[in-house]
């Protein structure tokens, strides 16, 4: 066997077909951490809270360069979910 494949199969990423097999959980990837982010954690904290002040969805957009619907998305906690509310 080849190191890689052995590499493999201590980490979980292959073999897990084999009884007592590594099994991993992976987490999700989500918020800043995603390589294709324009926002980091603060701005959606503070996109949801300039959104309950009553500012606008369009002019939140213009201000950090997403589209309106990345803001409304965000207001309604579709997106980036896993924030707590502040």
């Known amino acids: 066997m080849s190191e890689t494949t052995i590499l493999l ?19 999700p990837t989500r918020g ?14 503070e996109i949801r809270r300039k959104a ?13 360069n997403v589209s309106q619907n990345a803001i409304r998305l965000i207001v309604l906690r579709k997106n980036w979910a896993h924030l707590p509310d502040e």
């Open 9 to 27: 199969a201590v980490s979980g990423k292959t073999w897990g077909h084999v009884p007592g097999a590594v099994t991993r959980t992976r987490q």
């Open 32 to 45: 800043a951490d995603v390589n294709t982010s324009r926002l980091v954690d603060w701005e959606v904290v």
């Open 52 to 64: 309950k002040e009553g500012r606008s969805q369009r002019s939140l957009a213009r201000e950090y």
